[in-house]
Structure formats: structure tokens, C-alpha cells
């Protein structure tokens, strides 16, 4: 075998030398410098998301549901308002949100997502997923799941499930949400390089998928809808004349704070009688022609018109063999229960929070 001389050797370890210095200074230089490290990971924006199509949520009225009173016991009520946003299901897509290598935000850079209204498997719910980048990253520099996962494979971001969720359905540009007590927050996010936008209810749901809790409507016979002002034929449905849509007899058991409160809601409806009861049966005190009594929602204990005014009161009465109210022989009922089949996305307010213009004066 051929030796290698001294004088050859020397070079050949300058040579190995050198290129090594080159290497290293390349590698350091593509993951510590803005301009090259994501030379190849830049989006260009897309524009606006086309938020015409149906699932884009353009309106989330208010409405003033019960709940149980934890003061006075949960066979009485007190008033619970709440968001109705619309229809979704309880499982979760993933919403990426940056922060730096010092644990910083990254200030400016708006959250990516991969599914809008539409596609297979959108859901108003996203699990919030951690993605650290190196304290030179600008802002806005990746806008898509696709490069984002490009970079990752490239070992210049990681990510990491933050084992929460939030409520975040898109909305089109020209919603209609009341915001309450700084809520819900309109977030600019990223889809596939167009720009949407997220209406953001609440960031500490449970990992993995959202729960759902019962909610019931109280719907006389007869009437061609619950007792819901936002969902009867407009023109009829203010029931009592009071210039708004938010009244109705909903019946939640738990409001943000109490172990159990869900924003997901399985709708059912409660049949009541109407003009005519069975022996020992009641006609339900509220209905759509006479209306809510005045005023209302504000207190409704101190108004003796016997209307239930919490989920286990309504349970007690239907469960019970010769009810007061419920139609327990109603078509197709259970014991006078219809499930509706729905799941409803209804953010609910804290406890003596009220929209403006609903609170009573002080």
C-alpha cells in the first residue's frame, strides 16, 4: 500500500480543516440567520379567504338562557347569557401558534390552521399546538401548514401539543357578534396562505376533544317553535314586544367556573301542554302569543308565573309519572323529550355578566 508523505498529509488536514470551518459556518449561518435559514420556507400570501360559503359564521346572537342558582338551590334558576354561534361537533384540528426559542411570542405572527369551513372535518374547536422558532424568525414568514412541516423536517422549528383547546369558529368579514367583557376576540389566522379570521370564545377547553352537556328547549304543543326568540320565524319571534330577540325558556345545569360546563350542547326539546292539559296537568304559564313576562330576563324568581327556570327543575317534573307541565304521551317523545340530534356551539358568559343594555339599572 502507498504511504502518504508528511508534506501531503499536512495538506490534506489543512484542506479537511478548511472545509470544516466552511461547513460549520454555512450550517450556523442557515439556522441562526433570518435571511437563510428560511430562505426556503417563505410563503407568499394568498389573500383574503373566500368566507362566502355556508359555515362562515356571519351572526351569534345573544341570548339570556337559565341555569341552577348555587345560592338558592337547583330547583331554582338564575339567568345564564350565552352566544349562540351555530352548528359544529366536538372533535379538534390543530391551530399552530409561534413563540420564540426565549419563550416569547412571536408578536405579529398570526396562528396557521389547515381546515375552514367546507372541508372534511372542520370544526369551530382547535387543540393549540406550540411551535418554537429561533429568536430570528420574522413574523408571518411561514403562513402554511405545508412549509411549516417543511421546516420542521429541516430541524428549524419544533412543535409541540399545548394539551388544551380553544372555541374558535371563522366568521366571515362582515360578522355580527356582540362582544362582551372583551370576548370574543377576533384573531387573524393563516389557511393555506389566505388570511381568515377566528372569532376566539374561550383558550382552556379540555385536550383532545370537547365534551357535551345537555341543554333543553321548552316548545308548547302546538307551536311551531321553542321558546327561543332567535330561532322562530322572524316577524313573530319577539314574543314579548320588547324590541329584541334574546328571551327564551333555555334550561343549561352548569355556566362557566362549575366542574362539568361545556360550550358544546346536545339540544333536546321539552313538550309542555298548551290549552289542554290532562286531569291534574297545567298549561305552561309562557308561551309564544301571550309571551315572556316584563321585565324580563332580569329576575325572573320574584315572577310568580310558575315557568321553569332550571334544567332539574324541569327534570323533576318530567320524570314525575302525573307532571305539572310536561307532555310525557307527546309523538315520538321520551317521557316528553325529543332529542333533536344537534350539537350547538353556545359559549356562555360568567355569572352577573351582562351585555350593555341588558343590565338592569343599579
Known sequence: MRQFTTPILALLLVIALVIGAVGGYLAGSRLNSNSNAFS????TYGGPINDSPAGFITSAPLVAGFTRNQTT??????IAWYWLVGGTSGTVNPVY???YQNGAPVQGQYPIIDVK???????HFWEITNVTV???YAPNTIKSLATLNSAKQAGLVTVKDAGRSLNGPLVAHNVQISVVSGEPQFQPVWYRTDLATMAVFETNLPSGGVP??????????????PLLEAVCPTGTNDFNHDRDIKDSNDLIDTYPGLPGYSPLWAVSILHVYNSTPPSGGLTYPVSISSGFPSPFPQDPLALPNGMFTSFEQAQVDQSNANPHYTDRTFPGSSNGVTSTGNLVNCPTLPLGIEPPGIAPPS
Do not use: H, K, M
Open 73 to 78: 338551590g337547583s330547583l331554582n334558576g338564575q
Open 134 to 136: 429561533p429568536n430570528s
Open 117 to 123: 369551513p367546507g372541508d372534511t372535518g372542520y370544526t
Open 40 to 43: 426556503y420556507y417563505t410563503d
Open 212 to 225: 357535551v352537556i345537555s341543554i333543553w328547549l321548552i316548545q308548547r304543543d302546538g307551536d311551531p317553535c
Open 97 to 99: 401558534i409561534f413563540n
